[in-house]
């Protein structure tokens, strides 16, 4: 069974910096491309970046150039490095490995950018 386990959620004050981390078990995770994804209260959950096997990257235009996505392979796990943090960026931030709608998905970390 494959379980995905996010953590390095919290409160930041704007312009912080936080790394998230979701470890992947099972053996599968370099076959598949990852993923965050994010909920904000009362909003659709939305695409924050992908990176794909070959590590190519994608970002959503409200995190370019601020967030930075990576993985480790053998360490079955992947990354979001959250600098510059704007209290629109406050959400429930979600772990994906396989893509939408079908992948796998999970519990979830929140971060709150606030003074």
């Known amino acids: 069974q494959v379980q995905l386990v996010e953590s390095g959620g919290g409160l930041v004050q704007p312009g912080g910096s936080l790394r998230l981390s979701c470890v992947v078990s099972?053996?599968?995770?370099?076959?598949?491309?990852a993923g965050w994804y994010r909920q904000a209260p009362g909003k659709q959950r939305e695409l924050v970046a992908t990176i794909m096997r070959d590590g190519s990257t994608n970002y959503a235009n409200s995190v370019q150039g601020r967030f930075t996505i990576s993985r480790d392979n053998p360490k079955n796990t992947v990354y979001l490095q959250m600098n510059s943090l704007k209290p629109e960026d406050t959400a429930v931030y979600y772990c994906?490995?396989?893509?939408?709608?079908?992948?796998?998905w999970g519990q979830g970390t929140q971060v709150t950018v606030s003074s």
């Open positions: 099972g053996r599968i995770f370099s076959a598949y491309a």
């Open positions: 994906n490995l396989g893509g939408v709608p079908l992948g796998y």
